[in-house]
């Protein structure tokens, strides 16, 4: 399944110039760490949290889910926001999950920690960043936290808020551009 394209046209260096002087901590850029290892340069839809340190489980049962949110503007492609710890000793993502992530309608997912089967993941049409490539993965030990708030970097992400990903950076906002 190929997710929609989204609603509004969008760059993030436009929308950094618009928001450029936002006070009021709802337009957040992280930090320039993140590789692009999926087919899709660029992204965008509601977030879905993870978090969670060296095991994927909840990974692995958010992409083997349907990646898309009702919302008021109807079923959309969903982002999952993976506050992996920043950890660079396990992946959190690999091959078959981003081919799972893929079917199943998630525009993309953005972790705070490893990926592996990097050329499998670069077939994957879906956005995927990641901090590295790490072979090593995960133990399976079913821990973590699902739609809770995460700090990616330093910066706060929350379920619902919306993502832009483009080949300049991502961004995260309270509610989606209009078009």
């Given at each position: 399944?190929?997710?929609?394209?989204?609603?509004?046209?969008?760059?993030?260096?436009?929308?950094?110039?618009?928001?450029?002087?936002?006070?009021?901590?709802?337009?957040?850029?992280l930090?320039?760490?993140?590789?692009?290892?999926?087919?899709?340069?660029?992204?965008?839809?509601?977030?879905?949290?993870?978090?969670?340190?060296?095991?994927?489980?909840?990974?692995k049962?958010?992409?083997?889910?349907?990646?898309?949110?009702?919302?008021?503007?109807?079923?959309?492609?969903?982002?999952?926001?993976?506050?992996?710890?920043?950890?660079?000793?396990?992946?959190?993502?690999?091959?078959?999950?981003?081919?799972?992530?893929?079917?199943?309608?998630?525009?993309?997912?953005?972790?705070?920690?490893?990926?592996?089967?990097?050329?499998?993941?670069a077939?994957?049409?879906?956005?995927?960043?990641?901090?590295?490539?790490?072979?090593?993965?995960?133990?399976?030990?079913?821990?973590?936290?699902?739609?809770?708030?995460?700090?990616?970097?330093?910066?706060?992400?929350?379920?619902?808020?919306?993502?832009?990903?483009?080949?300049?950076?991502?961004?995260?906002?309270?509610?989606?551009?209009?078009?």
């Open positions: 399944m190929t997710p929609p394209t989204p609603a509004a046209p969008f760059a993030t260096c436009d929308l950094c110039d618009t928001h450029k002087n936002d006070s009021s901590g709802r337009f957040r850029v930090p320039p760490v993140f590789k692009p290892f999926g087919a899709v340069a660029r992204f965008c839809g509601p977030v879905v949290t993870v978090k969670c340190f060296e095991d994927n489980s909840l990974v049962a958010a992409v083997d889910g349907s990646g898309l949110l009702e919302t008021p503007a109807g079923r959309v492609p969903a982002v999952l926001v993976v506050d992996g710890g920043a950890s660079l000793r396990r992946a959190l993502l690999g091959g078959n999950l981003g081919a799972a992530a893929a079917k199943n309608g998630w525009a993309g997912v953005v972790i705070d920690g490893c990926v592996r089967d990097v050329a499998e993941l077939q994957c049409q879906v956005g995927i960043r990641a901090l590295a490539a790490m072979p090593l993965p995960t133990e399976k030990r079913g821990e973590g936290q699902r739609d809770v708030a995460v700090q990616i970097q330093g910066v706060w992400v929350y379920p619902g808020d919306w993502l832009y990903a483009d080949e300049d950076g991502i961004l995260v906002m309270p509610a989606p551009l209009q078009a």
